[in-house]
T-cell receptor
Framework: GAVVSQHPSWVICKSGTSVKIECRSL??????MFWYRQFPKQSLMLMAT?????????EQGVEKDKFLINHASLTLSTLTVTSAHPEDSSFYIC????????????FGPGTRLLVL | LAKTTQPISMDSYEGQEVNITCSHN???????ITWYQQFPSQGPRFIIQ???TKVTNEVASLFIPADRKSSTLSLPRVSLSDTAVYYC??????????FGSGTKLNVKP
């Protein structure tokens, strides 16, 4: 149980285009989903927290207009990187949690984004 | 927000027991301690979670002393496939996880 999927697993796009990444909890309903970014040889950096039906909470330094997050249902959250630039190239990882006091986060496999 | 400190890297040999200790001096009463494993270009994989004393599952054990200011992940009889980065995080599961640098475990034949 506790499987989280991401789609696509990798994407290459031209500078200036927008890219949407989907995160799904396959066998449970996730009260909260999180989005992280990881650059090579670095740790994961939390970008934002999203709860179903409400606006996402962004970490300091993360532009909400550039990284659009939609948490439309208890099993789906999307991250859209708008007007992507080469510096947005990174490994994007989502996680999902039931949100209860004893429920931890389960991570997706990640999406590799390369902006040319 | 509880900050964690772990060794940057560790070396081991196949078949040995590996213990990775994490310090979290500012852990809060409601915080749980969770360990994740991450392979290159993959999302972190949940290993074990605990609140106090000892927790054991099919892959690892987690030892937490009474003051909960540290915790030790124990991996029995590691193999080459256990080479990965291991992250220790604290949080109350309603809050966010802030990842530290993790411990890069290198298992040698």
């Amino acid at each position: 149980g506790a499987v989280v999927s991401q789609h696509p697993s990798w994407v290459i796009c031209k500078s200036g285009t927008s890219v949407k990444i989907e995160c799904r909890s396959l066998d449970f309903q996730a009260t909260t989903m999180f989005w992280y970014r990881q650059f090579p040889k670095q740790s994961l950096m939390l970008m934002a927290t999203s709860n179903e039906g409400s606006k996402a909470t962004y970490e300091q330094g993360v532009e909400k207009d550039k990284f659009l997050i939609n948490h439309a249902s208890l099993t789906l959250s999307t991250l859209t990187v708008t007007s992507a630039h080469p510096e947005d190239s990174s490994f994007y990882i989502c996680s999902a949690s039931l949100g209860g006091i004893q429920e931890t986060q389960y991570f997706g496999p990640g999406t590799r984004l390369l902006v040319l | 927000l509880a900050k964690t400190t772990q060794p940057i890297s560790m070396d081991s040999y196949e078949g040995q027991e590996v213990n990775i200790t994490c310090s979290h001096n500012n852990i809060a009463t409601n915080d749980y301690i969770t360990w994740y494993q991450q392979f290159p270009s993959q999302g972190p994989r949940f290993i074990i979670q605990g609140y106090k004393t000892k927790v054991t599952n099919e892959v690892a054990s987690l030892f937490i002393p009474a003051d909960r200011k540290s915790s030790t992940l124990s991996l029995p009889r590691v193999s080459l496939s256990d080479t990965a980065v291991y992250y220790c995080l604290v949080g109350d599961n309603f809050n966010k996880f802030y990842f530290g640098s993790g411990t890069k475990l290198n298992v040698k034949p």
